[in-house]
Structure formats: C-alpha cells, structure tokens
C-alpha cells in the first residue's frame, strides 16, 4: 500500500473531522431531551472497517475511550460478513459499553457497492431507561444492575434499512419518558445517515485504497506523535491518590489510587490500592476508567493532535478486578459519571510531579442530579436530568474559570431550556464567592443553582461531590472550598442532603446546589495585587479573603465610574497601592 501524499492525506483527515462534527450537529439539533440538545452528553465517532476509530467529534472523553472497545464488542457480536448496509446495532451492556445502562451506543456499518468501508457510529445519554429511580442513576438500594434500568445487549435494531419496531416499542415502554427516548433514538440514526452519506461521498472521491493507505498513516502517526511527546516526560513512577466522600449516606470514603509509570515512549496507569467494588451505584466499569486517563494523559502529551486508535497505542490503563474502577459483573454503574473527575485528576496529580508546568490543580465537582414525578399542569409523568458544572482548578500560568466543564465536554443546561420543558423554576444561578481556592493562581468558583420544583410525588436522587473531601491545590495552592446540597435553604425547614441521597420532595420544595471550588495553583502570596483587586471589584473574592489568604488589604475608595466602586489595595504590612 503506497504512502499517501501529505495533501491528499490532509484532506481526507480535515473530511474525517468533519463527518464526524456533522453526525454531532445532527443529533444537537434533533434529540428530543435537553441533557443531549443543551448539555450535549453524546459523543460521536468514525471507524475503520478493522473497528479502529479513525476520527471523533468533540464531545465527551468518557465515551470516546469507551468507544473504541465498543465497536469492537459490537463487531465480536456481529462478525463482518453478517453485515449489510442499512444495518443498525444497538447495545447498553456496561461492561461492552460506556459504563452504564442510560448510554445507548449505537453503530452503523458503512458501504461503497459491495465493499464495507467503516462504521459511523454515537453514543447518547439517555433521560431515562427504567430502574429504582427517575433518571436511571439511583446510588442508594442498588447491588446489582438489574436494578438500575434496560439492559441491551449487542442486538440489530434495524435490519437492511428495517426498523424492528416491536423492539423499539419493548425499550421506549421500558422508560419513563418514552417520547424522549424514542425521539432520541431517531436522532441517533439518523445522524448515523449523515454520516454514511458523507463517508460513502469521501472515499469514493479518492477511491477504497487511497483511503485506507490514508487511514494508516493517519494512525501510524498520530502513535508516533504520541510517544514523542511522552519520551520527553523524564521516566519514573509517580504515585498519587484521592477519595470520593462515599458511596451513598452513612458509608465510608472510597479511595483512588494509582501509580502512573512511564518508561521511555509508553506510559501505564495502575490503580492497585483503589477501594474494592460498592453494593451501590458508585463503580465503573473499566472501559470507563480507561477513557478517563487517556483523556488526562492525551491533554498532557499531545492535546492538539488527533485522538483516535492510534493516540491509545502507547498507553495502558489497568485496575484490579473487584475494584470499584473495575468491577465484576453484575455491579451497578448507573451514576458513574460521578467518578470521572476523581480518575481524570488523579492521572493529573501523579503527572504533577513530572511535568508541574502542564497539570491544572482539582477543579469544582459537577452536579448530575435527577428527579421525576407527576406533573400537575401537563398531568403526565416528567423525568428531569440536571447537569450543573462549577469552577476549573488553576494551571501553572492562568486562572481556574468559572461554570465549565473541566474533565469532559458539557455545558450547563441553560435555564430558560430547563424551565420550557420542565416543571420547575431556577431561583438562582451564580457564582460562589471565596470559594475558589487561593494561589498564585485562583481556582474556579463554585456555583450555585436553586431550583424550586413544581412537580407532585417527587422521587430525587442527588448526585454530588467534593462535600467532604475539597478539591485539592497544587505547589503551594490551597483547596478549593467544599459544596453542599441544601433542601429549602433559609426555611424553617432547611436541611442538608447527603451527596447521594435519595429522599421523596414535594410540591414547591426548593434544592440549593452549591457546588466546591476549583483548587489553586502556586503560593497564595505570590499573587499579583492586579489581580487580587480585579477578583475583588468582581464580587469573586472578598476583602476579608483578599486580606487573610492573599496578604492584601482592601480598603474602600473613590468611585472611578458609575458602575464599579474604586478600590485601594495595600499589602498586609503596610504601603498603599491603587
């Protein structure tokens, strides 16, 4: 096979990017619930006609790792010479998939004539497919999961063009929503057309050989690329470890630990020492638990290079079976996503030792609540999906930022998009102050969104962290400020929740999540006074915090506009400065 010229190969490279954006755009545009059209928890994929993903869109890290075992899972269930085109393929297995029943992975084989020239491929999360509790995510009752919803193994949802539709009525009646999930699932599919029109419209412009010629050096160099940049990490093991607070109410820390190795161009991940798997919710399945330390491993090596089949050869990701990072069958996985963040920054925290001037301390941890009942307007049944996302932590050189996703790619459902679609008001939405840790360089602010919930026979599950264990800062920078969900804040009923409770709400009751804070980065002390008064004049830390943490006084001066008080900023032991 003839090596591919370097404009040839740059084309078909920016066309496989493409394809990939396009099949995303077609479901941000058409799913029906508002975790995949507003807070875009879907993920998409190209592969090759060997199951190698060859190109990804930019969603999330959790199942772009997962998917690549994935359509090799699928191709295991459904050898390749039992494939035609207009097949559709369907599986939500754990352990095969992404980690949990609520992702559906959806697969589409792609021909040109006769010949099978690739797989488009996506993943969506879906509102709900059954189980315990609204929202498929329950922590609390749950031993195996059997509990937590339909489960799906590889099976063929359309045959040539056909839909099973008995099937698909069997999976939308075993949901809460089945308008949602039937609406989803269409919107899979057909972003899946999309993407065999366009990959069917590229190879055959420059022909089945060319292509694939393409797609190896595609892969040949983006492995090479790959362990140029982890070569130039000095060797070493480099240890690390963190907790989750529990894994329900009244249960015991879990701990993450692992030992990152890098020898030469490879580099492995080794959890030995984690805790071992939960009769709850709280485990991932080690697809999982891959994808995450690829994600943090890609950011510090190669972030702007492709991340395909290629980009994995170097690494390998290990942790114990029986371990809550890889669990045995048939542990529960709904509410895993509440473990990314610990997998993502413990990668992060061992690396910090080797390249301190590339890592980012521990950002605010998401909030990923759910909660269904009985709407008394509409008169049917709602599920809601939340997803809050707080502060990034500090890097060696910049500012946490405020209300992003640090480990995955989300955005926070806009409140107008909650409120049109669901029975409940946001009665805040904001920014934490003094809750971003102190550093040379400040960690993100934590958020907090109170959300009064007008609906009847409210069954909610919490899905939180970072309430007992804060964010951690790095060389020198502080932790970040700790969460907490409060029920009815400054109500004679106030009371705090567990960050995986599961409690029945009622009609009007309002849930405050207040979100941690990013950690720091650096010596609090070392802050340029610039910034220490910018933070201030933006309500983000307060003159008592700008005082005690930064060694910087604030005094109240002149006004300098109609809108922003001027401030006078003096270090600690005297001097003034404006």
Request: hydrophobic share 40%; glycine share 12%; charged share 20%.
């Amino acid at each position: 096979m003839n090596r591919p010229d370097p404009i040839t190969l740059g084309v078909v490279w920016g066309a496989l990017q493409s394809v990939a954006v396009e099949i995303g755009t077609t479901i941000h545009r058409t799913a029906y619930s508002a975790q995949a059209r507003e807070g875009q928890d879907f993920s998409v994929a190209i592969f090759d006609r060997r199951g190698r993903m060859t190109a990804q869109g930019p969603y999330s890290p959790g199942h772009m790792g997962a998917m690549n075992f994935a359509v090799l899972n699928m191709i295991e269930a459904f050898p390749l010479d039992t494939l035609r085109p207009g097949d559709v393929m369907l599986l939500n297995d754990p352990a095969l998939g992404s980690g949990h029943l609520p992702d559906f992975f959806v697969t589409q084989p792609v021909f040109l004539g006769d010949d099978l020239i690739g797989f488009a491929t996506n993943i969506v999360h879906h509102t709900d497919v059954g189980g315990s509790r609204p929202g498929s995510q329950a922590v609390e009752g749950v031993f195996d999961y059997h509990q937590e919803g339909l489960f799906v193994p590889p099976t063929r949802i359309v045959s040539e063009g056909v839909p099973n539709e008995q099937l698909l009525n069997l999976i939308a009646a075993n949901s809460r929503t089945p308008e949602n999930i039937r609406g989803d699932m269409a919107a899979q599919r057909n972003a899946l057309r999309v993407g065999e029109r366009r990959l069917q419209e590229l190879v055959a412009r420059h022909g089945v050989e060319l292509y694939e010629a393409c797609i190896e050096t595609i892969l040949d160099e983006t492995e090479a690329t790959m362990r140029a940049a982890i070569a130039a990490i000095p060797d070493g093991r480099y240890e690390f470890s963190d907790y989750l607070d529990d894994c329900g109410p009244n249960t015991e820390p879990l701990r993450v630990a692992v030992a990152v190795t890098v020898s030469g161009d490879s580099i492995g991940v080794d959890f030995a020492g984690t805790s071992p798997q939960t009769e709850t919710g709280v485990n991932a399945y080690l697809n999982y638990t891959r994808s995450y330390s690829y994600a943090a491993i890609k950011c510090l090596t190669d972030p702007y290079g492709p991340m395909n089949a290629g980009a994995l050869r170097p690494m390998d990701v290990t942790a114990p079976e029986g371990s809550f990072l890889n669990p045995r069958r048939p542990a529960g996985g709904g509410p895993r996503a509440i473990i990314c963040y610990r997998v993502f920054e413990a990668v992060l925290g061992a690396l910090s030792q080797a390249v301190p001037d590339r890592v980012a301390a521990a950002s605010s941890h998401f909030s990923n609540p759910t909660w269904g009942g009985h709407d008394p307007v509409s008169g049917r049944r709602f599920v809601t999906y939340e997803l809050i996302l707080g502060g990034t932590g500090a890097r060696a050189a910049q500012d946490g930022v405020e209300a992003m996703a640090s480990a995955f790619n989300a955005s926070n459902i806009p409140v107008e998009a909650l409120e049109a679609v669901q029975p409940a008001v946001v009665e805040r939405f904001e920014l934490i102050p003094d809750s971003g840790g102190a550093g040379r360089f400040r960690g993100g602010c934590g958020v907090r969104r109170d959300i009064r919930i007008l609906g009847e026979s409210i069954k909610f599950t919490n899905l939180s962290e970072r309430q007992r264990f804060a964010p951690f800062g790095l060389f020198g920078g502080r932790p970040g400020a700790l969460g907490r969900t409060v029920v009815n804040p400054g109500r004679q009923d106030e009371r705090l929740v567990g960050g995986k409770a599961s409690l029945d709400l009622r009609y009007g009751d309002v849930v405050s999540f207040q979100l941690s804070g990013g950690g720091g980065f650096g010596d609090p002390r070392e802050r340029e006074r610039d910034a220490v008064l910018r933070d201030v004049r933006l309500g983000l830390v307060s003159a008592l915090a700008a005082h005690e943490q930064y060694g910087v006084v604030v005094d109240s001066g002149p006004s300098t506009s109609d809108t922003v008080p001027a401030v006078a900023v003096a270090p600690a032991s005297g001097g003034t400065a404006t």
